[in-house]
Every structure is written in C-alpha cells, then in structure tokens.
C-alpha cells in the first residue's frame, strides 16, 4: 500500500504510519521534487518576493546586518503576506511592531547562523528549543500558534536552519491537528526538526538546489513534502480533487454538488436559529 493512502487520512495518523510515510519520501525524494516543479500550488507572484527576498539576503551575506536591514525586513514582510500571512489565521502583526522585533532580535537570529540543518553533528532537540524560543520573542503573527509565520519568516533568515511549515502540507504530512498546532508548539516543531534533519541528510538535499522554487536545500524540502502530499492525496485540496474526479467518472457530481449545497444551507440555517 502506498504511504499515506490508507484509513488513517481520516484521523491522527500512528508514529508507525508517519514513519512509512517519511522513509517513502526520502526513498523518492527526486521524484517528489520533479511533481512539485511540474506544478507548484503557488503564484508566479509568490516566487518573485521569495527570489527578491533570498536574493537579498545573500547580497547582505550577515544575518546579524540582515536583521536589522530595513530594506530586507520590507522584502520579507511582503513575502510573508504574499504567502498568506495576511489571513485570519495566521495575521502578521503590523510592519513597525514586524521592523522592530527583528531588530531586537538580531543576536538571538546570529547565533544560530552557523547551525545546519544536514551537519551529521547537528542536534535536532536543541537547535529546534532554541528556534522556537526565538519565535517565541519575535511574535511576528497576532494569533496563537507562531509555527507557521515563524517557519517562513526565519526560513529566510536562516536557509542552512529552519524548513517552511505550513498547515495544509507539512501538517498533512504528520496528521498534526490543534493541539499540536496550539497547545505542543514546542514538542511540534522538536518532532519536525528531527525528522527534516534526517531527510536532509539521508538525501543529500543540498545536491538539488537549482532556480526557481529550489532556492535552498530547506525549501527543497519543503517542496518534497508539498509533492507527497498531493500525490497520495494526503492535503485537503488534493483529497478533494481526487473525489471529484471520481464523482464525475462515475456520472454523480451534480448529484453530488446538490446535496453539499442541501446540507449546507441546512446548516447555515440551523446556526441562524440558534443566534439570533
């Protein structure tokens, strides 16, 4: 059976599941790559402020000076919105408060700068406590969780370091629900440490870094994750257009558009009802 097809798409999956599902990944980590640049599920717009920001970044060459470099900060402010971080969800707080807690913050992000994520002698547990104590004091989104603007915002301070997490891939991928989201922030990002930490490695990921969305080994990673997940149909989205493409094979999607929008109304209607 193929990673990630199985009944567990329905719930939190076993540490046996997610473990075949990594071992799959880096069994077939070129393939994975080649289906995410087939088709990536971001905009030509998002690409060109990740490319302006990473460009930047490397011009800057210190990550103590990238971190206080306005001009940088604004280059990522802008990718990080353009990367949805301007939803109710995951709402960046406003650019000044953004500005200032990265220069605040520039020793803590400098000391990290020599820590990679592939070195043999890395040690995940802790490079992931000291990660997440910095997102922690940055507080860069106004809601709970910081895993996902903290992820990408430091993913382009620290390329050698820090993996993008987001919900609909990364979370798919280690059937994370809102506790882990919410309450094991720190336990979350740990768990995800130790498992990128061993697929960069084992896969010698930097070896593939090119143009376009393969900026980094970090990303690469990242990209792998996105072309898993829609190819076992483990993300929402994806799972979705696999039902209606079956739906259709079988002659039943209007049916099936009817009922949902029954049911739905239904429920609207219900909610309504009960506050007035």
């Known amino acids: 059976m193929r990673p990630g097809v199985t009944a567990d798409n329905m719930g ?10 990594v071992r799959g ?5 070129e393939e994975y790559l080649a289906s995410f640049d087939r088709d990536p599920p971001f905009t030509d717009e998002q690409l060109s402020h990740h490319l302006e920001t990473c460009t930047l970044r490397a011009e800057i060459g210190n990550v103590a000076r990238a971190a206080v470099n306005e001009r940088f900060l604004k280059s990522l ?10 939803m109710r969800g995951a709402r960046l707080v406003p650019w000044a ?44 989104s106004e809601n709970v969780s910081r895993l996902v603007s903290g992820t990408k915002a430091l993913h382009h301070l620290l390329p050698e370091l820090v993996v993008p997490i987001d919900r609909a891939y990364t979370g798919a991928l280690f059937g994370w629900n809102n506790y882990d989201w919410q309450t094991a922030q720190r336990k979350t ?18 070896n593939y870094v090119g143009d376009r969305w393969r900026s980094s080994y970090t990303k690469l990673i990242d990209n792998a994750v996105v072309g898993f997940c829609r190819r076992h149909l483990l993300d929402e989205g994806s799972h ?14 209007e049916e099936v558009e009817t009922e949902a929008r029954r049911r739905a109304e239904e429920i609207l209607l219900r909610r309504r009802t009960s506050h007035p």
């Open 12 to 21: 939190k999956p076993t540490l046996a599941v997610i473990e075949a599902r």
């Open 25 to 29: 990944l880096i069994a077939r980590f």
């Open 77 to 86: 402010y802008e990718t990080l919105r353009s990367w949805r971080m301007q």
């Open 97 to 140: 408060k953004f500005r200032d807690a990265f220069e605040r913050s520039a020793a803590d992000i400098a000391s990290l700068e020599g820590c990679r994520l592939d070195a043999p002698d890395l040690e995940a547990t802790d490079a992931a406590n000291r990660v997440w104590r910095l997102m922690e004091k940055l507080a860069i």
């Open 189 to 206: 990002l740990r768990f995800a440490f130790e498992v990128f930490s061993r697929v960069a490695r084992e896969t010698r990921a930097r």
């Open 240 to 253: 979705r257009r696999a039902l209606e493409a079956k739906a259709r094979e079988l002659g039943i999607w």
